[in-house]
C-alpha cells in the first residue's frame, strides 16, 4: 500500500489469490430427514421451517450450484466445512456444542455435503466442532498456504456459522466477500438482521453481481 492510499473492502477479487467457502451445506440441515429435524417428519419438518426450506432449495442452494461452477471453470480454490466432531460420541466438542446437546458423530449421514454441491476429489473439507472453523480447524493454515487473501462465503446459517465466520476471517486480515443469496436460514428477518450486523466486516454482493465480477476479471 501506498503511503496516504485510503483501504477499502470494496474491491475486487484476485485470481490465485482466492477461495470460495462453503459453510455447513450439509445433510444435517440441507434435508427434511436430517438430524437438525430429529422427532418431526420430513413434512412437518417443511411446514415448520417453511422459509428455510423455501428459500435454501429455491435461491440460496441453486446460487451456489452456480458460484461452484464458475470457480471451478476459474480455477478458484473452493474449500468446504462442516459440522462433524471427531468422535462418535462427540467428547472432542467445544462447550457450547455440548451444553446445546449437539453433536454430528465423524462420518455420519448428517456430516455428508449436499449433493447439490458435492465436492470434487480434490477439494478440501474442513470438519468443525465450533460456529467458526477458524476456531476448530486449520483452515487459516491451509488459506495461507494457499496464499488466499481474498475469501468468499456461502452457506448456512445466515446468523450463527455465517456471521462467526465473517467475523473472524475480517479480524484474521482476509478481504471478505459474502454472497448474500447463497445464505439463509429460519427466519426472514433473522436473514436480514445478520446481514445489517456484518456489512462491516465484509463487502456483500448477490449472486448475479458476483458472477459479473468474475466475468470481468
Known amino acids: 500500500m501506498k503511503n496516504g492510499e485510503k483501504l477499502s473492502r470494496d474491491i475486487p477479487i484476485e485470481l490465485g489469490k482466492s477461495a470460495i467457502l462453503f459453510i455447513d451445506v450439509q445433510y444435517n440441515n440441507v434435508y427434511p430427514d436430517g438430524g437438525q429435524y430429529k422427532g418431526l417428519s420430513p413434512l412437518t419438518a417443511k411446514i415448520k421451517y417453511q422459509y428455510f426450506f423455501d428459500t435454501l432449495h429455491n435461491i ?57 454441491i458435492k465436492p470434487k476429489k480434490d477439494e478440501m473439507i474442513f470438519k ?6 477458524f476456531i476448530s480447524t486449520n483452515l487459516h493454515y491451509v488459506l495461507g498456504n494457499l496464499n488466499v ?32 443469496d ?19 466486516y465484509c463487502r456483500q454482493r448477490t449472486t448475479n453481481e458476483f458472477l459479473k465480477e468474475l466475468k470481468s476479471i
Open 149 to 180: 487473501k481474498y475469501l468468499i462465503i456461502c452457506g448456512l446459517l445466515s446468523d450463527q456459522c455465517i456471521s462467526s465466520t465473517v467475523r473472524d476471517a475480517c479480524d484474521l486480515g482476509y478481504f471478505v466477500t459474502l454472497i448474500s
Open 60 to 116: 440460496a442452494l441453486p446460487n451456489m450450484v452456480k458460484i461452484q461452477k464458475k470457480a471451478r471453470k476459474n480455477r478458484i480454490e473452493i474449500l468446504y466445512t462442516t459440522i462433524e466432531s471427531l468422535t462418535s460420541d462427540g467428547r472432542d466438542r467445544g462447550l457450547d456444542y455440548k451444553i446445546s446437546g449437539f453433536n454430528i458423530p465423524k462420518n455420519s449421514k448428517n456430516a455428508k455435503i449436499a449433493k447439490e
Open 182 to 200: 447463497t445464505c439463509t436460514t429460519y427466519s426472514k428477518n433473522r436473514h436480514e438482521d445478520s446481514l445489517n450486523h456484518i456489512k462491516g
Open 128 to 133: 468443525k466442532t465450533s460456529s467458526s472453523p
